[in-house]
């Protein structure tokens, strides 16, 4: 409709059909080229645009895009992996293609090699049309969330910012040539990026299958912590939980996220080496058997090295999951940000998580309590920020904004609690 409206306001004007033909089957050659770019994709059909913007009159051209995305679908409709109802998508897809050309409409200037001002105009217009109707279709499908979409689009407009000088020069080639048949000077370019393209989703699909193994290989080995101990498998995976929101709160980056859930997940995978008898000892440990229990971490990091890839990094957020803010914990007395922000997160969830469930040597401390002891504890065993972001994602923020006061038998019986539950 909008298309139309600029249409019927401007008016077309006379224009050559073979041209226009041209174009529209240039755009659905470009639109065959899929490059996988973060959560979506993006085709290089700015090389073609920009020509079609200058061959034809500017209100033209939103009418005819449709045309040639939906045309671009064809090959995946007739191969039957969309139904015909994606073709619509054509429609809503189209909207970069009403900016520049309204720009152009009103400054009067068709000219490849006109103003730069006008250039420069049109192409930030093309961005700003995209962006707001990629922000009002995210509006209509649920929460918008505006940062999300910056860095969903970014890398795209940045492939299109790349591609227009190319595209400009092909309307240069054309004005010289006067005909528009110089933008099939670029058809090679395609049939090069198509092959990288494939290359490309060869590898992200190899990708995406060997993260599947490492994830499955976690999931195993928490299985297997779990009947080896089933305490200790429902502690981890409750752990997870508590980590992944806390990763929310913080705002981390998925590869993050996904460290910090094996992280999570693995964090006690090294106990298979410890004897039942001590993880499940009702007493107190005596010394020989707490410096069995602290190897644990150290275990779990050979096992995790040995599998390689980017268990590797787990491994070191395993090994680093008992160390504390002050430099007091083990295995390596690391202190501060020396200690992986993975590592810190898991540890504060992990205490956090015992003290708040019963185990075979004292009860769960009540909420209040535990939230308590964490306050205390931020700034010498925790990070004060990962405690934080752990009492929001409880919805214990506004409870305790200082912590309540603890007396030294509290804090006695809580340094017992935590000695027992590393």
């Known amino acids: 409709m909008a298309a139309i409206a600029f249409a019927a306001l401007g008016g077309i004007g006379s224009f050559s059909l073979v041209d226009a033909t041209l174009f529209i089957f240039g755009i659905a050659l470009a639109g065959q080229v899929r490059f996988d770019v973060g959560a979506g994709f993006t085709v290089p059909t700015q090389a073609v645009f920009v020509p079609m913007l200058f061959a034809l009159p500017p209100t033209l051209v939103p009418l005819l895009i449709p045309l040639a995305l939906a045309l671009a679908l064809l090959p995946r409709l007739l191969r039957k992996e969309i139904s015909p109802g994606w073709l619509i998508t054509a429609l809503g897809n189209s909207w970069f293609s009403l900016g520049p050309a309204i720009v152009l409409q009103l400054a009067g200037d068709h000219n490849a090699s006109g103003q730069w001002g006008v250039l420069l105009a049109a192409l930030v217009a093309q961005f700003a049309f995209d962006f707001a109707a990629s922000a009002a279709r995210e509006r209509i499908y649920g929460e918008l969330v505006l940062r999300?979409?910056?860095?969903?689009?970014?890398?795209?407009?940045?492939?299109?910012?790349?591609?227009?000088?190319?595209?400009?020069?092909m309307a240069f080639a054309a004005r010289s040539e006067h005909s528009?048949?110089?933008?099939?000077?670029?058809?090679?370019?395609?049939?090069?990026?198509?092959?990288?393209?494939?290359?490309?989703?060869?590898?992200?699909?190899?990708?995406?299958?060997l993260n599947d193994a490492y994830q499955g290989t976690a999931l195993l080995l928490g299985d297997v912590v779990e009947a080896d101990d089933t305490y200790t498998g429902e502690h981890c995976k409750s752990v997870v939980r508590l980590a992944l929101d806390v990763c929310e709160e913080m705002g981390l980056d998925p590869d993050r996220k996904r460290n910090v859930e094996f992280g999570a997940l693995l964090h006690d995978v090294g106990k298979i080496a410890v004897p039942n008898e001590i993880i499940n000892k009702p007493g107190k440990l005596d010394e020989r058997e707490w410096a069995i229990i602290k190897t644990h971490t150290i275990e779990g990091q050979r096992m995790l090295e040995k599998i390689g890839g980017f268990m590797r990094e787990i491994g070191w957020i395993v090994r680093a999951s008992h160390e504390r803010w002050d430099g007091t914990g083990y295995p390596d007395g690391l202190r501060g940000e020396e200690i992986p922000l993975e590592a810190r997160i898991v540890s504060t969830c992990d205490a956090f998580n015992a003290m708040t469930t019963t185990r075979s040597y004292r009860k769960a401390m009540p909420l209040a309590e535990a939230n308590a002891e964490l306050l205390r504890c931020a700034g010498s065993h925790f990070d004060p920020?990962?405690?934080?972001?752990?009492?929001?994602?409880?919805?214990?923020?506004?409870?305790?904004?200082?912590?309540?006061?603890?007396?030294?038998s509290e804090a006695a019986v809580a340094d017992a609690s935590r000695a027992r539950a590393a």
Request: hydrophobic fraction near 50%; avoid cysteine.
């Open 148 to 169: 999300e979409l910056v860095d969903e689009v970014f890398p795209i407009y940045a492939i299109d910012l790349a591609l227009s000088p190319v595209g400009l020069a």
């Open 180 to 209: 528009q048949l110089a933008v099939l000077f670029i058809a090679p370019l395609f049939g090069v990026l198509r092959y990288f393209s494939r290359e490309r989703h060869e590898r992200l699909h190899q990708l995406a299958e």
């Open 385 to 408: 920020a990962v405690v934080h972001a752990l009492l929001r994602a409880v919805g214990s923020e506004e409870e305790h904004p200082g912590g309540p006061p603890i007396t030294e």
